[in-house]
């Protein structure tokens, strides 16, 4: 999926005086150098220091928290961060593999210390971690997060950094991450530059979505892994991933058992019926599921179509029906065979 109004993200997070000094090469967007270093992270939100002090920039708090000493971490030590929202193309880490090779990693790893014992998680950098583990890299430059860190800064610097670099998302990548930034902004309390005071408005408006629309992603998150994968593909539908977003993770784990041994695809009318019913009812058991899912579709009633008396008499008289028939569907071709070609 491409939005191309992800550039907007980047002009909420980056001052007028750095836009008016950074230059490009062409085809870069100029609103994320494609090189972003650590130290460039103070871009994120474009606060000046003449900026009011409920403004503090993303670089300050970085500062703040994170060791600006380099430190070589094994390869073996570092783990993806617990919240990551991101999946890793082989394709590009098969680029970056080989850029790696030549000229090792410039950019050190922004990481964690995890609360699983002896591992750090990383924050920022997982393709660079998995491009240095295919090349052979034993250790790689990070910089160590302080142990009182908030989780939600952490967070917000996963989904900047992976954002500022990609121009392509599926739906479950783009709903996950603006659930952690949703949340993180709520729980950080601070605003960003040209907030309109609505969290929710600011986030729709720096992915260059309705809010409406957000909300929908919202919702999306709230899939289990296998509903997630149908939405990607397409196999899944998003307004009946919304209604099925309603009900939690066991009750779309009997939904998904049911699809899978009865070999169906879940339609509209089925996840909207299971939406009210877990609205009404408040939980769903496997019984009460299986009776929405096994109800017989409804006969959908033929469309009819009458032509007027006076058309008839005028192209049809003295047809017989099945010349009426052919002559209808040639129009109908021929009709639109022009409008596809309008079209192009």
């Known amino acids: 999926m491409d939005f191309n109004k992800l550039s907007q993200l980047a002009k909420n997070m980056q001052s007028e005086k750095d836009k008016q000094q950074t230059t490009l090469p062409t085809g870069t967007s100029p ?96 393709r660079r971690f998995e491009a ?31 954002l500022e670099r990609r121009n392509k998302f599926s739906v479950s990548e783009l709903a996950k991450s603006i659930k952690v930034l949703y949340e993180a902004r709520k729980h950080q309390g601070y605003k960003v ?11 729709a408006s720096e992915f260059g979505i309705t809010q409406m629309d957000m909300y929908r992603y919202l919702r999306f998150a709230e899939l289990t892994p296998y509903f997630l994968k149908l939405l990607d593909g397409g196999k ?63 006969e959908k009633k033929k469309r009819t179509y009458t032509i007027k008396a006076n058309l008839m008499k005028k192209y049809f008289s003295g047809k017989s029906q099945s010349e009426i028939e052919q002559i209808i569907q040639d129009a109908l071709q021929s009709y639109f065979a022009t409008e596809n070609e309008r079209e192009e």
């Open 193 to 203: 530059q040209n907030s309109t005071g609505d969290t929710s408005k600011d986030i």
């Open 236 to 298: 899944l539908k998003k307004n009946v991933a919304y209604a099925l977003s309603f009900l939690d993770e066991q009750e779309q784990g009997i939904v998904e058992n049911w699809l899978v041994q009865n070999k169906k695809e879940l339609d509209k009318s089925k996840a909207d019926a299971l939406c009210k019913a877990k609205k009404s009812q408040g939980h769903l058991d496997q019984r009460s599921i299986s009776v929405i899912l096994n109800t017989p579709e409804k």
């Open 132 to 162: 240095g583990k295919r090349v052979g890299k034993e250790s790689l430059p990070c910089r160590i997060a302080r142990e009182d860190t908030p989780t939600e800064l952490l967070d917000e610097i996963m989904v900047i950094s992976n």
């Open 31 to 126: 609103e994320y150098d494609e090189n972003i270093g650590i130290e460039d992270e103070s871009d994120y939100y474009g606060y000046s220091d003449d900026d009011d002090e409920e403004y503090e920039s993303i670089s300050e708090r970085i500062g703040e928290y994170f060791d600006y000493d380099i430190r070589q971490i094994r390869t073996a030590s570092l783990i993806p961060y617990h919240n990551h929202t991101f999946n890793v193309n082989d394709d590009e880490i098969d680029e970056l593999a080989e850029n790696i090779e030549k000229f090792g990693v410039l950019e050190p790893l922004l990481i964690c210390i995890s609360d699983t014992y002896g591992k750090y998680e990383i924050v920022a950098g997982h």
